[in-house]
Every structure is written in structure tokens, then in C-alpha cells.
């Protein structure tokens, strides 16, 4: 992707697009105090094939949590 036209989340200030991925940043200095998920809201998709890779760097902290997680009707 090159924009987050079409996904929301509780603070965007977190999500930003690097070399066409959605990308999450947390630092010291801007920390979140709730989960920030990022939700698809422009519209309904139908047959769709869903690949991912995850990565997470640069923790230290044992409480770093990240991952992934799908839901639909």
C-alpha cells in the first residue's frame, strides 16, 4: 500500500506506510496507554487472499507484545 486511506485505528499517530507496509511505531517518548488496533472500515471485501509477514525490532522490554489478529462476519 501506499496510504492508510480505508483503515482506522484509536490514534494513527502509531501507523504510518514504509516500502509498502503497514508499519507500527512505539517509542519511550510516545507510548500507548490502550491497544491500538487498526481496523479495515472503506468497505466490505469478498475474496481475498490474506499473506503476511510480521516483524517486531528494537524491544527490550519483557511486556513487548505485537501480533495479528483477523475477525469477520
Known sequence: GKTLT???GPDMS???IEEGAITGTITKEHAPTMNQYLVWQ???VR????KLKFRMTGSDSPITNGGFQF???
Do not use: T, Y
Open 14 to 16: 502509531f501507523w504510518s
Open 42 to 44: 472503506k468497505e466490505k
Open 6 to 8: 480505508g483503515w482506522k
Open 47 to 50: 475474496d481475498f487472499e490474506l
Open 71 to 73: 475477525r469477520s462476519k
